[in-house]
């Protein structure tokens, strides 16, 4: 009788186990999450400075990713702003770079640069 119980114990454990999902084993490389922003000014200036150097050589893919992460880090970093606009527009990418630009207007109307940004905007249509 003792054994039967047992017996019926362990099947219904095994009929248990049997019903669960298996678990995904971990991704491979667990360090690759979304990177977290938060207001830092310091990295946000040496990413606008990074991206300078890349658009000055050419490089204007590379110079609106480091312009992009400088925004991120500080949203309300106009020249940033700016600089996104430029190379976006190198790129042809008028629609990014009007989005890039309008911003830096919202920050920045009084900008020694406005009235050329503005002419920009004007032409873009």
Sequence with gaps: MVARIG???LAAG?????QQKPVEPPEEDESLVAKQYAFNPLEADKELRVGNFYFKKGSYRAAALRFEEATRWNPGLAEAWLRLGEAR?????????????????????KHKRAAE????LAAMG
């Design 89 to 109: 527009e190198k790129l042809g990418d008028s629609k990014g770079a009007r989005q890039a630009y309008e911003k830096f207007l919202s920050l920045a109307p």
């Design 117 to 120: 940004i503005r002419k920009k």
């Design 14 to 18: 095994l009929a248990g186990a049997w």
């Design 7 to 9: 017996w019926l114990i």
